[in-house]
């Protein structure tokens, strides 16, 4: 950021339970007024908000709060099961993508099946789909709840709210194509789906075209912003940490994206960190061929980031990341 006058508050962004969860929420509420019975789980995409949804979960049960870690297995969760309510994060690290990569998952819903007490799980949605496609996952949660996106509104509120200031906001020239957003669009054939992106014009700068041909271009950028994001609070905060200055263009508001295709050991690679959101370089050494070099690539072009032998997914490039693994066909 070049300009002192819009200043980082260094807080998260508040974003309330109802709004993350639409219309999951009466049933997450039942859950934790005891209406409802058995292990829920609480699926969403990276860094969209699930952290919020289980402090929720914490609070109104007065629950013990277990985080798991790359590499941690069931010995961090079977202390506490038993203890009364437990709200288990990042239940993603309990599986591992190789042969016998199962055993401490099947533990742990052993676990759960003799547990009286509620048990709020928390999952990234990458690596739910996996385990529901080839472990049957979704069948030992009575309760789901899923993260919802966010709109473009909510967005721009909880961003804001972050600074001290307000950058000034400045209509791009319209021959530069700045009013044209993307969204993915799930396109299906057979038995598989990709998301590829699609040029759609921001819902509020369409309201702008048909009532006095004023666009906002803080509606505008916002817009982009929460498309480009896919609603995603978290990816769409660190999109516009990484792009925004003392003056911003709905323009601006870009996903950072390889500018080649990727290969088949990369795909691979950065669909385990999309699923995991942080792995450690040793779950992947042994089922990536030429580890190094691939993370070396994933990590020029933006996608991840090693730090002490753990790899870390980043926010801003998440828009990227799925569509680049989808195109592979890897679940």
Known sequence: MKDSAVERRGRKPDVDVPTLLGEDHEAFKAV?????????????????????????AVRDLDATRV????????????????????????????????????????????????????????????????LAAVQALDREFPVTVEVQPLPAERIAELVLDRYDGMPAFVADDPERGGLVVTTRHEIGWRDWS??????????????????????????????????????????????????HESEVRPSDIAVPASDRDLDREEAFCLRIVLAKERVNRAQLAGIVDGLDRVLGRLSRDGLVTVKDDIVELVPAAVPAAAPATERGRIL
Not at 32 to 39: H, I, R, V, W, Y
Not at 96 to 102: K, L, M, P, V, Y
Not at 219 to 232: E, I, K, P, Q
């Open 67 to 130: 985080s798991l870690d790359p590499g941690d297995g069931v010995d961090q969760t079977r202390a506490r099961i038993n203890e009364g309510p437990v709200v288990i994060e990042d239940c993603q690290h309990l599986y591992e993508r190789r042969i016998g990569g199962f055993e401490e998952l099947s533990a742990f819903l052993d676990d759960l099946a003799s547990v009286d007490a509620t048990v709020v799980t928390g999952w990234n949605r990458y690596a739910w789909a996996y």
């Open 32 to 56: 934790l007024s005891g209406e409802e019975a058995g292990p829920v789980a609480v699926v969403g995409d990276p860094f969209s908000g699930r952290g919020s949804v289980l402090d929720r």
């Open 194 to 243: 990709v998301s590829v992106p699609v040029p759609m014009l921001s819902p509020v700068a369409v309201r702008g075209l048909f009532s006095d041909g004023n666009l906002d271009p803080k509606d505008v950028t916002f817009g982009r912003l929460a498309a480009v994001s896919n609603g995603n609070i978290g990816v769409a905060t660190a999109i516009w940490e990484s792009r």
